[in-house]
């Protein structure tokens, strides 16, 4: 299924595993296509797959990632640097914060590549080096990433089903037609009808020192991915060691909590603006493009934009073809562009700023949505 070879590069390799699941075969007069699936649409998307594989866009450019992760590195030692030269006053210290948010944001998105296998022609290297970069120079578990993304990149904006929307309801209401349910149960966990604005004081600075580690210790501890856990702990060595000689325990810990609050800030408001402003509810058993093209939109590319987003600006194309590199987006956008208009569907794509505002727009009017349903219903 379309899935299934979206996510996995060695077809070979995996199917192997696939032998033991097999439950049976379809009826010869049931068909292959359930009535919910675009059974044309799907056709079509895979005539695009094969296109996509004759013209190698599947293979990577490694001087490009090799490169990146120079840049990534040389930032990283850059921002000790600048407290070991220029002192631990206050300008310096800001400075070199900067400077180690936008290393560690940088590595972010190339972890992001390693863990979809678009990095490395074999997945071996590809889950090795996810482990040096999402481990080692960001602190966080690799494995905790994948069980994760993977389940948000299978059916995204799902309830239920993509764990990125799991802060509707308890923190947020998502979703036009959730905020309208909700209003009518009479539930209110939070003041919906002002999250638009609380929104920039949770979620943007919190996400990364609060939720996100804690979770990423609890998954890998209890999961038992102990060689994740050992990677992680030769991070916070390094860390504490390298600046620890030059702080004091006070100005090392707020050091890296003010960080990691700029680093979740920048991660959160790139990956919000592609999902959030788009169809949030219960899984609707589409087709694969149906299900990823309802979900995710895109914004403009500049080097600037892909720079900053790490290429997430074509968040429609890298959703559709997950194991992609990156810098192969944009020569497969025009023919996506192409097979959604034969579709008639809707190819979002929008200003950066745009984008941004629409995360603030589409909570302020699920919120407003929410407390007209909670108060007249």
Not at 75 to 89: N, P, Q, R, V
Not at 96 to 123: M, P
Not at 193 to 204: A, C, D, R, S
């Amino acid at each position: 299924q379309d899935a299934f070879v979206a996510f996995h590069v060695d077809k070979l390799l995996v199917s192997k595993y696939l032998k033991p699941l097999q439950i049976g075969e379809l009826a010869p007069d049931e068909p292959d296509v359930e009535p919910t699936k675009n059974k044309m649409l799907v056709e079509d998307f895979r005539e695009l797959r094969t296109t996509v594989e004759k013209m190698g866009l599947l293979k990577p450019n490694q001087l490009f990632f090799f490169l990146h992760l120079v840049h990534i590195l040389l930032l990283d030692t850059a921002a000790w640097l600048i407290l070991f030269y220029f002192g631990t006053s206050l300008i310096p210290f800001m400075v070199s914060l900067v400077v180690l948010t936008v290393s560690q944001i940088q590595a972010s998105w190339l972890q992001h590549d390693l863990g979809h296998l678009s990095v490395f022609r074999t997945t071996k290297w590809n889950h090795l080096m996810h482990k040096f970069v999402m481990c080692h120079l960001i602190g966080a578990s690799a494995r905790w990433w994948t069980l994760l993304h993977s389940q948000h990149h299978a059916k995204p904006n799902c309830f239920r089903k993509d764990p990125d929307i799991d802060m509707h309801p308890f923190l947020f209401t998502l979703g036009k037609k959730f905020s309208v349910e909700l209003g009518i149960k009479k539930k209110k966990y939070m003041p919906y009808n002002h999250q638009h604005k609380y929104f920039f004081i949770t979620l943007p600075p919190l996400l990364f020192p609060t939720y996100f580690h804690c979770h990423t210790f609890y998954i890998a501890y209890t999961k038992r991915y102990w060689a994740d856990l050992a990677w992680m702990l030769s991070f916070y060595i390094r860390f504490f060691f390298i600046y620890g000689s030059l702080l004091g325990i006070k100005s090392l810990l707020a050091y890296y909590f003010i960080f990691r609050m700029l680093e979740s800030s920048w991660f959160v408001w790139v990956s919000q603006m592609n999902h959030i402003p788009m169809d949030i509810y219960y899984d609707k058993n589409l087709d694969w493009v149906s299900t990823q093209l309802q979900a995710t939109c895109n914004v403009e590319q500049s080097l600037f934009n892909d720079w900053f987003t790490g290429h997430l600006n074509f968040q429609i194309e890298h959703h559709l073809f997950p194991t992609m590199p990156r810098h192969n987006y944009w020569k497969v956008a025009p023919l996506v562009k192409s097979l959604c208009a034969k579709h008639g569907i809707e190819y979002q794509c929008k200003p950066l700023l745009t984008a941004f505002a629409d995360i603030v727009h589409s909570l302020k009017n699920s919120g407003e949505l929410w407390l007209d349903a909670y108060l007249h219903k």
